[in-house]
């Protein structure tokens, strides 16, 4: 392992090495265990693999000092030997990641370790430029306005129903966020007219983001998630000749390959059944979430005509047989909406969980889908959680170290990560079961709203 910081002619040398001296061949030198040349071990008088080992077992909340020791350790610690080396030791910790709108043109990321219950703001995304501005002399390569509002799927409907040539001042939004393979990628979104087709990827041990492979088609609103080592990309909008087109397509990125290939379109079956054309050209299909779960895909799809959004049920791909299918009638059919346009799913231990909202703005409840009776069970029945329906997302779910937890805002403007430790007693079918809420963490966003969250192991 200690080939991290071994080069080919390199002038370094180890403590059992011994040298023929060029007046003596009879005659051997010992070399000082710290003459290194320029490529120092990590530990001085350790072997690397040892000091690997050492370096491994540490929180990651450290790494970020310990990069300023010396160049050997930030080599180290920026290198893909010592995350791969933490999963193999059973010592990779899940951080969770938070994308926060501040204000109208300002995106922020924060990174949570659970542990020790520390925030680490995470540098800023790229900025984009449009792609006529890159066309100009002097401008180097096209890349993203992070600075861009992230707006709701519903209102950007709604803009565009009212104002269909309005696209052209949209703000940059609709990007959406993804896992795999130990990184963060932010993918696609719309700025101005155009559906963008970038990719970023965020490095948890370097730090800094770095452009990806760019998606086959450009897609905004699209969803997002991650399966058998893949990050999957569903539906979503572009820009049609007369304004807003959803898009049927998918697509996967392998990240060892670094490539995208195209999925089979989503048949949206149900929309194909309605009675008259005039209802099928008015009322467009739509994907509306997304969750991996037992090895598949489930995407709840929605049909909408602004200002109605109507459940449609859902479909089912399958990487194995490379084929969509109906989603059953009681999951997609009970599956919540969060907000017109937005259905949340979290998987943890093979089981799918969702958050309802009620009406009274101040509370929501946990439903667990029970596969055998194709049916939402209500486990939780009161979540503390403040539904600001103007907020991008009010709240937001997410499956840390094994439990299941929400995330939203108090009144104070306070962001409150709170775990749900469940009460079970064995029976898939129980509801309304004792659920204890701690909450693990919060902080001080002030005015920033929710956006997305995602969780990085390594």
Known sequence: MGSILSATGSTAKSMDRHETSGTDPNKRVKVSAYEYGSNLRIIPSLPDELSFQILARLPRIHYLNLK???RAWKAAITGHELSQLRRELGVSEEWLYVLTKVEANKLDWYALDPVFQKWQRLPPMPSF?????????????????????????????????????????????????????????????????????????????????????????GRAFCKATFLNGKLYVVGGVSRGRNGLLPLRSAEVFDPKTGLWSEL???PFAKAQVLPTAFLADVLKPIATGMAPYKGKLYVPQSLYSWPFFFDIGGEIYDPELNSWSMMPDGLGDGWPARQAGTKLGIVIDEKLYT???????????????????????????????NDFTDAEAPYLLAGLRGRLHVITKAANNTLQVMQAVVQNNG?????????????????????????????LDV
């Open 68 to 70: 300023m020791v010396c």
């Open 129 to 217: 430029v449009n792609e006529e501005e890159s066309n100009r002399p002097g401008s180097g390569f096209r890349m993203w306005n992070v600075v861009g509002s992230s707006i709701r799927i519903a209102d950007f409907v709604r803009g565009w129903f009212w104002r269909r040539n309005g696209l052209d001042q949209m703000p940059f939004c609709g990007c959406s966020v993804g896992v795999a393979d130990g990184y963060l990628y932010v993918v696609g979104g719309f700025s101005k007219a155009v559906a963008l087709n970038c990719v970023w990827k965020y490095d948890p041990f370097l730090n800094l983001w770095e452009e990806a492979s760019p998606m086959m088609t």
């Open 264 to 266: 089979p379109e989503m």
């Open 355 to 385: 958050l309802e909202p009620s009406s009274s703005l101040d509370s929501g409840q946990i439903k667990r889908y029970n596969s055998e009776e194709d049916t939402w069970v209500t486990i939780a029945p009161q979540v503390p959680v």
């Open 427 to 455: 029976d898939n079918r129980a509801s309304n079961e004792n659920v204890l809420w701690n909450t693990v963490a919060s902080r001080n966003f002030g005015t920033a709203e929710l956006v997305s969250c995602q969780v």
